[in-house]
């Protein structure tokens, strides 16, 4: 192994390969399956993303999909509800984040009790005290506040009921927690009463965030960079590039040197570089946009050579790939993107379009490549439509 000092030069195709083991796409049913599965998953990978569009499936199931082939949907509902192995929060964006971590999130819960939350700074004093007296009572949704006056939206994604706003402001503040999903009609508790807690667990200090998000990335993205740890936390990145320093010292990191990357610096733990292999070739994967995969799009790019586009929000005449183009990771490549819609009232997958990129532009390969990837649609399909 070369000097501490001197980056270890790396290929696209060998990133490739440590990213696809971290990310757990390199092999069939890596976490096993059921509620157990989901645990697992999301430990390992840190996070799961939620996301409102439903074209297809919610980008959260599909996430869990594509690394359980057995999944249900209602294995998250049991880790969430029953085995509460998995809570809600905000990581970059609304996620399922592992109950154990929950002490990582517990000083931006105390700061947005404290200080507020800049989307919901017209909840007024009586509104947060009328929704906890509620939720004091009983468990509540939305659906069960129907005395609201609705109010004008602050912006797009806002709701007009006041109590709404005030339930989300006591989510961020942590005095409330998701305790079920039914769709995406959410289930408010009180965050003590749905852990159990006679007290908090202790919150986690600043270093010790740091470290959180430094061992996170290490452990599900292999080969790491500062925009990939910091990803939407530009803050953070200062006190991260220390610890790396100091791991560096210690020989606890290695330098990359990524092919393509220029002065983009990258760091990897030393026994992640030793490992061989490249995983089953034969597997395909049909990926959501908000997959870890897919959605650091630069990261993608670089190491992928692809540049997904998500176009939901894109005029129709200047859209690429489609409105929801999924990409298709075939062994270790990406080779496609497919704009499907699940229509279930006929219960059927729809292809709005199906675009070739990468190898899969290259007409030689392309008739076996489309066998496989159908074989993986009649999969994908009856997921969609099964529950």
């Known amino acids: 192994m070369p000097r501490a000092t001197e980056p270890v030069s790396l290929s696209k195709t ?29 430990d390992h990978l840190g996070y799961v993303q939620i996301d409102t569009i439903n074209v297809i499936e919610r980008c959260h199931h599909h996430i869990l999909f594509t690394r359980i082939p057995d999944y249900r949907r209602a294995d998250l509902k049991q880790a969430q509800s029953a085995d509460k192995s998995v809570f809600e929060y905000w990581t970059h964006a609304l996620s399922y984040i592992p109950s154990k971590d929950i002490g990582y999130f517990l000083p931006a819960m105390k700061a947005h009790k404290r200080d507020g939350h800049k989307w919901f700074a017209s909840v007024t004093p009586a509104d947060t005290r009328k929704v906890m007296r509620l939720v004091r009572s009983a468990p509540l949704t939305i659906r069960d506040i129907d005395d609201d006056v609705l109010t004008e939206k602050e912006h797009l994604w806002q709701s007009r009921k006041p109590s709404k706003r005030a339930l989300q402001l006591a989510f961020y503040g942590g005095a409330v927690t998701i305790s079920e999903r039914n769709g995406m009609l959410k289930t408010y508790e009180l965050t003590s009463r749905h852990f159990g807690w006679d007290r908090p667990p202790k919150a986690a200090s600043a270093s010790d965030g740091i470290t959180y998000l430094l061992d996170r990335a290490l452990r599900a993205q292999g080969i790491v960079s500062l925009d990939s740890i910091c990803h939407l936390d530009a803050p953070s990145k200062k006190a991260v590039r220390r610890l790396i320093d100091a791991r560096l010292r210690r020989k606890e990191l290695v330098a990359i040197a990524l092919e393509g990357a220029g002065k983009q610096e990258h760091w990897a733990r030393p026994e992640v570089l030793e490992q061989t292999g490249e995983g089953d070739p034969g597997l395909v994967h049909i990926l959501s946009p908000f997959d870890p995969l897919i959605i650091q799009r630069r990261r993608t790019e670089l190491i992928f050579g692809y540049g997904h586009r998500f176009e939901a929000y894109v005029p129709k005449e200047k859209r690429l790939f489609g409105y929801f183009a999924l990409p298709v990771l075939v062994g270790d490549d990406i080779v496609a993107a497919l704009d499907l819609k699940t229509d279930r009232q006929n219960r059927k997958l729809l292809m709005q379009k199906w675009s070739w990129v990468g190898n899969g532009k290259k007409q030689a390969s392309r008739k076996e490549l489309k066998r496989r990837i159908e074989e993986e649609l009649d999969r994908f399909e009856q997921f969609q439509l099964a529950e």
């Open 14 to 42: 060998r990133a490739r390969h440590v990213w696809l083991r971290a990310q757990r796409l390199d092999t069939t049913a890596p976490f096993g399956e059921g509620a157990s599965a989901v645990a697992a998953a999301v």
